[in-house]
Each structure stands twice: as C-alpha cells, then as structure tokens.
C-alpha cells in the first residue's frame, strides 16, 4: 500500500461521507434542544450584524441596537418562542426565564424557523418604515435569479445565519463521521490491515468514547447509516461560537488524526517491504513460529490427562494416552521398572512447556485477531478494552486426545452479551463474545495447522 494510493482512498472517503451526508443521517433521530437566553441573545446580535455589514446595504444607515436592546428583544419573546415550538409539535421538558428544553422526534425546520422569526419581528420593529426584504423581494429587485438564491441574500435570510443548531458533546456531526469513516475503511480492501495496525489502535483510544456513541450499518454501495446510542443533544446559538476545530469532536479534527496515522502505516509499509509485503526479518520469525508450533502440537497427541472414576467405594487414578495400551501388562523386573519410570519422568518434564510455548504463541497474536474480527453484527470494537482483555489461559486434553484450549476475557461488562447467559437486548444471537474469540483462535491455529480442538471460556 504506497503512500499515494493511501492519500487517494482518504480523498474518495471524506468526499463521500461528507458533512451533509452526515447530518442528514443525524437528523433522522430524536433531538434534546437547549436554548439558553443568553446564547440566543448573542445569536440575535450576530444576524443583525450579518444585515448591517452586506454589500447591499453599504450605502444604508441602521439604528444601532446594543446588548441591552437584543437581551429585553429576547426576554420579551421568551414565552411566544416556547408557544411556537409547542404549536411545531416540540415537547417542552423544561422552561423558565433563562433556559428553553424541548424534545422533537427528529430535526424538523418548521421549528426552527418558528424561532428565529421572534428575531424579524423584533428587528422590524426597531426599522420602523424599511420594510426587510425576503426572497420574493430579492428576486422582483434583481438580485437573485431563483427564490433558493434569494433566501440567503434576503434581509430575513441574514438575519436568521446569526442563530446556528450546534451539535453537542458525543452526538457531534464530527462523532457521526468519525464511526462512519472506520466502518468504510473495514468495507474496503485496501484498509483491511490498517484496522489491526498500532495506527489504527491509536485512534481508537483516542476516540472511543466517540465511537461508542453510533452503531453503523450499511454498504459503501447502498450507503451507510448511523444509528445514535444515546439522544442527539442540540443547542441554539449564535454562529461565531462554533469556529471549526474549536472542538476535539470536530471532524476536521478527526480527520487530520486518521490521514496522520493512515499516512504512517503506508509509509511504514513501504519501508518494511515495498507494496506491502513482510520484511525478511519478519517473514524468518514467523516461519520459524509455524515450525515450532507444528513440532509442539505434534507432541499434543502425548499428553497424558488423569481421570478420576470411583470403583465399588473407593476412588483410584488411572492415566490415559491416546494410544490406549491393549496388551496384558506383562510382569517386569525391578531395573527395567526403574528405567521405564525415568523415561515416563524425562518426557513428562519435555512435554509440560509444551502448553505454555502455545499459549505464548497465540496470545502474541490474539488481541489484534480479535480487534480485526470485531465487525457489526457481532461486537464491535470501540475502546479497544475487550480485545486487549482477552488471554489463552491452558491447555488440556480432551478424554479423546483432542486439545482443548482455556480462554477468559472482561466478563464485567462483556458478559452480558453472551447467549444464554446475558440479558435483553443485548444477548440477541450474534454478539456472543465467545463466538467472536473461538473464530479469533482458530484464525491463529490455522497458520500452524493445528488441526482439531477445541476452546472453552474459563
């Protein structure tokens, strides 16, 4: 992967999944609004200045109004703002004299022209005779070919720009790229061994908090969705309080981070072996692995496991092998019992490291395993916390020779998604932690040809 292709897919992705594409994903889910007196008086001075300083109005005197004259506009229409967002079908959660909070299903613009209306007709009031333009008028005087036009370059058009809905917290537009950007680098090839790269974790723990907050759904063909965790939160303000990269959620943010840590990967890559291929170094270590491993799950078939079964009151221990002995045990001498028992001790010592070289073996691989793995419908990785909390714990041996391997992960809260065991709507079929570790391990062994086993959560 060059550096150059990696540039052209970050261009492809971003103008895809662009702002608007974005918010109109966000709008279609239940909103929290918060209007704040004091934010939406400096909303209203900055749409009035928006009307005195346009080019169209160069040669035009204005009353000048100051904060007082904008804070008694505002207290004055602080009742008919909450009996408009009442009238758009917004539900009022709480009102007093310095705070407005309503619930509206999703994003609707009726509301929030509703409101920024008691802004007109208070700077209407204060121009007396000037009748303030609309869009109509904009086109009738020449100054837009199109009503879309003259909306914006209206006197009602400027003065509404001053009041902006600003995302906050998690829900920001930005959050919502951020968890779409990551789905779309899983859906494409080319990024596949970005997700399970040190690069990739970086941003995950730095932003899991982000993507913990959307559910993403979809095809880069069809188009992909959010769906938010938690109720989008949305307050009213004026324009100059949300700059662009003011804010960590913002996107432009965002996006500088993940170009940052794309670009080292590509470049990593490169260095390592051009077109992405392993370094020689690299490519020594893991065929000497799969050497060992193979050697190491040869001797597996060895293992001896004792089995406790009671006989007529008493208990006794029996020790089984996989090649279950069938002849008469044929009586022997004293010195040839004593060498047997010093070869049964030499290779019970050689073959104890046996479980442990494994386990070290897989356990090197399996949180990036498990974090590559974690795709929607199953568990999806945001912090980084399950992926790094899963270990192999042992080894035993089955009563009939197989392996069978002991693995634990971060029962609290994990556990809930388990089938069976977990709780709704959680533990719906296919976010069982267990299923997603089983495929994670075989994925390993398969490298080594381990052959058959199997694997148990301890």
Known sequence: MSVAATKKHLKEMVKALNDSYARGQVDEFRQIVTLESNNMVEAWKEGYSNLISAEKHKNTEFPPLESIDFKAGVESAWSAIKASIENNKGTIREYNSQVIVFNESKSTKKIYDGIKAHLVNFVQEQLGNYKLTDARAEVEAGRASSFAAGAGLSDVGLLKKGTHRLHKDNTA??????????????????????????????????????????????????????????????????????????????????????????????????????????????????????????????????????????????????????????????????????????????????????????????????????????????????????????KITDIMQTPKGFPSIGYTYQKNPYAIFENGGGAQPWANGERDPRQLIDKSIREIAAQFAIGRFYTRRV
Not at 290 to 314: C, M, P, Q, W, Y
């Open 173 to 390: 537009i930005g959050s919502a790229r951020l968890a779409m950007t990551m789905k779309w680098m899983s859906k494409t090839r080319f990024f596949k061994t970005f997700l399970s790269s040190a690069e990739a974790k970086t941003i995950q723990d730095k932003y899991g908090d982000l993507l913990a907050t959307w559910e993403t759904t979809g095809t880069k063909k069809k188009g992909l969705k959010v769906t938010p965790n938690e109720d989008i939160k949305i307050s009213l303000g004026a324009g100059k309080t949300n700059k662009p990269g003011d804010e960590p959620e913002d996107f432009g943010n965002i996006i500088k981070e993940i170009a940052e840590q794309a670009l080292k990967w590509a470049k990593n890559a490169e260095i390592q072996g051009r077109a992405g291929s392993i370094s020689i170094e690299k490519n020594a270590v893991n065929i000497a692995e799969h050497v060992a491993v193979g050697n190491l799950t040869k001797s597996l078939k060895s293992f001896k496991v004792k089995v406790k079964r009671k006989t007529e009151g008493s208990a006794r221990e029996e020790s089984k092998t996989s090649n279950k002995d069938t002849g008469r045990r044929k009586k022997r001498t004293k010195s040839a019992r004593a060498k047997i028992a010093a070869v049964k001790r030499k290779r019970s010592n050689s073959s104890s490291s046996l479980p442990l070289a494994i386990i070290t073996l897989i356990n090197k691989q399996l949180p990036d395993t498990v974090r590559k793995n974690m795709q929607s419908p199953a568990l999806v990785n945001r912090t980084g916390r399950f992926a790094e909390s899963v």
